[in-house]
């Protein structure tokens, strides 16, 4: 079992920058590959990024270059750097977690309870 819990949201500007943290519980935080979500007022849930035990990253293409998944195993927490934010970013984020490789597919096993981004032009 793992619980996740996500922080570092909040309310920006057009251009700021934010970092999401989801600091994970479990011994074998290591094995896992993490991921960050993302879900807009009446939209699907959507795939932002994720990083693989191995350290492998995967993106949407509208946050390539802007945003930066990491993980740091020693601290069992993984980080999501959000830059030159937009309002089209703003959503409810939420921390996964699966056994396996990366997926752009909500098929996580384990969920965090989300974290509010909201950036305002």
Request: hydrophobic share 35%; glycine share 10%.
């Amino acid at each position: 079992q793992v619980h996740l819990v996500e922080s570092g949201g909040g309310l920006v500007q057009t251009g700021d920058s934010l970092r999401l943290s989801c600091a994970a519980s479990g011994r074998t935080f290591s094995s896992y590959t993490m991921a960050w979500f993302r879900q807009a007022p009446g939209k699907e849930r959507e795939f932002v990024a994720a990083i693989s035990w191995r350290g492998t990253t995967v993106y949407v293409d509208s946050v390539k270059g802007r945003f930066t998944i990491s993980r740091d195993n020693a601290k069992n927490t993984v980080y999501l750097q959000m830059n030159s934010l937009k309002p089209e970013d703003t959503a409810a984020y939420y921390c996964a977690a699966k056994i396996g490789s990366t997926s752009v597919l909500p098929n996580y096993d384990y969920w965090g309870q989300g974290t509010q981004v909201t950036v305002f032009s």
